[in-house]
């Protein structure tokens, strides 16, 4: 099986720093969420780790070799990267038979695929009379052509409804227990925390956090204190973030439950609770990406009150 590896990658535009010294690696049998704001370096990321563009320094990789020196490369890396990369005037089915045809693919393929992703009813419409979910799914069957063990998906459930959300999910999670690899670029977080096992989360182009989703939820601190004001000033003095929470909490992430109780008990303050805090992916995103932004940019809309620890990459 596959790993993908980001070394040490950095692409620069003249003067502009679009990914910048970012490293991590994403193991088979999971689904990895690859998640940052626009502009954070996501798309060009992806687009050096296919070799639709170069790296200034680094490398990318799926284990130690380049996409464009692969054996196979439709048959181990499926990809969705352009939503409309498709001629308007051809239909479904002969999109995927010119596909099938460059690839040395069995034909046959092409029903399977078709009937996977939801669209045979419509495998011989003009592609520019899909809508945009239809054009995912044609997407996503492509992807799906040379049976991959590899996915590389960017916004793969913009325009898919409801049900297309659901059958995505299911398909890509199937895929991870199978023992693939599935790494998935995307906005929609509520999705995301239903996919995903893992998480990337880059901004400015540099890595803020990353690892197991479920282990960074639980990663905050609750602390119910009757003096908030001079607990807030230490642990925030101690490298901790602290957020006011209803209620008269504080939500501590940054420093270890343990420390946080023995700082405030050197400061002589009382403590009426001191527990395990979880939060959204939402949340964590939102103080992930807002705490990288560069001085004097807007910070990012209030957040809901569970602001919760994370594992963060130090910079």
């Known amino acids: 099986m596959y790993s993908l590896q980001i070394e040490n990658l950095t692409k620069r535009y003249r003067h502009d720093v679009v990914v910048d010294d970012l490293s991590f690696t994403v193991q088979p049998g999971r689904v990895t969420g690859f ?139 199937a895929r991870a227990a199978a023992g693939g690899l599935v790494f998935v670029s995307s906005h929609l977080l509520a999705e995301v925390e239903h996919l995903a096992d893992e998480v990337v989360v880059i901004s400015h182009g540099r890595l803020v956090a990353t690892g197991s989703l479920s282990t960074l939820r639980k990663a905050g601190v609750s602390v119910h204190t009757p003096e908030p004001r001079p607990l807030t000033r230490i642990l925030t003095d101690a490298g901790a973030a602290v957020h006011a929470a209803p209620g008269g909490r504080l939500v501590v992430r940054g420093l270890p439950i343990a420390e946080i109780g023995d700082r405030a008990c050197a400061a002589g303050i009382a403590l009426h609770e001191l527990a395990p805090e979880a939060g959204s992916l939402e949340e964590l995103f939102l103080d992930w990406t807002d705490a990288d932004k560069p001085a004097g940019a807007p910070a990012a809309a209030a957040k809901a009150p569970n602001e919760p620890q994370t594992e963060v990459v130090p910079l």
């Open 35 to 173: 998640l940052g704001p626009n502009g954070a370096g996501k798309s060009t990321t992806m687009k050096i780790l296919l070799d639709l563009a170069s790296a200034s320094r680094g490398r990318a990789t799926f284990g130690p070799t380049r996409y464009r020196d692969l054996d196979d490369p439709t048959r181990t890396v499926g990809v969705v990267l352009e939503p409309n990369a498709f001629h308007p005037g051809r239909s479904g089915r002969n999109h995927l038979r010119i596909l099938a045809d460059g690839a040395g693919i069995d034909p046959a393929r092409i029903e399977q695929v078709l009937e996977m992703a939801g669209i045979a009813y419509a495998a011989d419409r003009r592609v520019g009379a899909y809508s945009l979910g239809m054009r995912q799914r044609l997407g996503i069957a492509a992807a799906l052509l040379g049976d991959p063990p590899v996915l590389v998906l960017d916004e793969p459930g913009n325009g898919l409804d409801p049900q297309g959300i659901r059958w995505l999910r299911d398909l890509l999670r």
